[in-house]
């Protein structure tokens, strides 16, 4: 079957990395189009899937956009509609990764008769997106769409409540090779050495710094944790968001924590640092659709701490293979951190059933025949 994938996205987030392992048993057949160039492209190349640039242009839709706004942008778009729907015709299927190329895609699929799947990321509700976005995105693919896939039950009963078409909706879960997460602990213990951590209780926080993945309240979970205990902030501002990222800085200077928070950017390394952590936490102030962080700390056997909505709470049986605690409160969140510097025992053990767990659940090559299973009716072979 001849795939043609469409991710609005130059970067890396979530939604394109699970992309990739979609996209990979398809690469001798397959293009992903993307509508900005970055980092994500060589991402693609480096796992041989073939990738093109399909336009220069900024695409100016906000996740708040007006009715009006919405539809400027749909005007604009009219010159990428034409292209894909041109290169769709020698595939069987277009294949929507992110909101704009489901716009796109939605269009280019009726042009060029093609059946769109739409990969849905995203809960749409009121806290992530506007009504004008919610609905051009729900109207577009009941319309358009031969079948949605949702990255998790969270993110499936928010499209129904927005108005989406639930017979068109299935969940298929990100999946992971859980062998990329397996490190050497020799490797571990010089990454400690080189970070300045070896005798430190090290708490990993790994996301896109951004507003709603709520490193503010990790940060001041710290001040009520125990003094052994440090911050590890892993991630870049990937779409925008520096005015969060110098707010952040403050706060960690207003608090005298300098000694305790280390910003480590965006990384590559990310099986290897969790490694070298103690303990992860995630702390989504908003509900979190997917959050592939989490899957990773439980791949990787380390107890981690996720905020109680959305798919997290899909990943997690609290008390068994991890902790939920109630998204915004670092009050909350500090008692469960020291709960774990107090009880190491207790802790690394629901660690390792968060990763005997995890492995079975997530695993990638379970995940792609689910996905391929659902693709069968396209196929034209
Ligand atoms: N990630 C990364 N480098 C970083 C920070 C994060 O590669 O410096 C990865 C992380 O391992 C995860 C993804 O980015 O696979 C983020 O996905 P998630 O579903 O947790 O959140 P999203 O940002 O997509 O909302
Ligand atoms: C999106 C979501 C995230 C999810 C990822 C992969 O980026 O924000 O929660 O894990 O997609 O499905």
Redesign the pocket.
């Known amino acids: 079957m001849k795939i043609f994938f469409l991710d609005q996205s130059g970067k890396p987030?979530?939604?394109e990395?699970?992309l990739i392992d979609i996209a990979k048993p398809y690469q001798d057949n397959c293009l992903v189009g993307l509508f900005a160039d970055g980092s994500f492209k060589n991402l693609l190349e480096e796992n041989q899937i073939p990738v093109e640039i399909l336009t220069n242009n900024q695409i100016q839709v906000r996740k708040e956009s007006n009715l009006a706004q919405g539809l400027g942008s749909i005007t604009q778009l009219l010159p990428l509609i034409q292209k894909v729907a041109k290169i769709a015709r020698n595939y069987d299927l277009i294949y929507a990764n992110t909101q704009k190329a489901l716009v796109v895609g939605a269009l280019a699929s009726f042009i060029s008769r093609r059946p769109l799947v739409y990969?849905l990321?995203?809960i749409l509700s009121p806290a992530h997106f506007s009504k004008t976005n919610r609905m051009i995105a729900v109207n577009l693919a009941n319309k358009f769409a031969s079948l949605i896939i949702a990255?998790?039950l969270a993110s499936k009963d928010a499209f129904i409540a927005a108005g989406g078409n639930p017979k068109l909706t299935e969940v298929v879960y990100?999946g992971f090779d859980s062998q990329l997460y397996q490190i050497d602990p020799f490797e571990t213990n010089t990454l400690r050495d080189n970070l300045e951590i070896t005798d430190k209780f090290v708490v990993g926080h790994f996301s896109r710094l951004s507003p709603w993945k709520g490193q503010h309240i990790l940060i001041e979970a710290l001040v009520k944790s125990p003094p052994q205990v440090i911050i590890l902030l892993v991630g870049d501002a990937l779409f925008g968001e520096k005015d969060y990222v110098d707010k952040l800085h403050q706060q960690v200077a207003k608090l005298g924590l300098e000694n305790r928070v280390k910003f480590l950017g965006f990384r590559d390394d990310i099986p290897q640092l969790m490694a070298a952590c103690n303990l992860i936490a995630h702390t989504?102030t908003a509900p979190?659709?997917?959050?592939?962080?989490i899957v990773e700390a439980m791949l990787s056997a380390k107890p981690v701490i996720a905020a109680k909505a959305?798919?997290a709470v899909e990943l997690i049986e609290p008390g068994i293979d991890g902790f939920l605690v109630t998204p915004g409160e670092p009050e909350e969140l500090a008692q469960v951190i020291t709960s774990c510097v107090e009880n190491p025992d207790t802790t690394n053990q629901l660690a390792i059933s968060a990763k005997q767990n995890a492995s079975k659940r997530f695993d990638v090559s379970i995940i792609n025949q689910q996905i391929a299973k659902l693709l069968q009716q396209f196929s034209s072979n």
């Open positions: 987030g979530g939604a990395l699970c990969h990321h995203d990255n998790s990100n989504s979190e659709p997917f959050g592939r962080v959305g798919g």
